[in-house]
Nanobody, 121 residues
Framework: QVQLVESGGGLVQAGGSLRLSCAAS????????MGWFRQAPGKEHNFVAR???????YYADSVKGRFTISRNNAENTVYLQMNSLKPEDSAVYYC???????????????WGQGTQVTVSS
């Protein structure tokens, strides 16, 4: 059974940083894309970042230059380094793996349970 388990969420002040981690188990994703989405209360589920099997990265315009996605295939893990956080970044962040698409059309096969990120002003 495939599982994606996120960690690293929490409460941070505006301008601060957090690093999210997502550990996959049940199969390896070294040959697949992995990514992050987020959902704020009352809002849609939105694409944040994606990293391809070769390491090519894609970001939503709203996080470009502030967030960095990376992966460690040996550990079957994907990360999201979030800097210069803003209150509007507050959301539940979901790890995703596999699937097709690149930006808003990225349609993963697997999802994590989510981790809360709250940015105070």
């Amino acid at each position: 059974q495939v599982q994606l388990v996120e960690s690293g969420g929490g409460l941070v002040q505006a301008g601060g940083s957090l690093r999210l981690s997502c550990a996959a188990s049940g199969r390896t994703f070294g040959g697949d894309a992995m990514g992050w989405f987020r959902q704020a209360p009352g809002k849609e589920h939105n694409f944040v970042a994606r990293i391809g099997r070769s390491g090519t990265t894609y970001y939503a315009d709203s996080v470009k230059g502030r967030f960095t996605i990376s992966r460690n295939n040996a550990e079957n893990t994907v990360y999201l380094q979030m800097n210069s956080l803003k209150p509007e970044d507050s959301a539940v962040y979901y790890c995703a793996a596999g699937g097709k698409g690149i930006y808003s059309d990225y349609d993963p096969d697997y999802w994590g349970q989510g981790t809360q990120v709250t940015v105070s002003s």
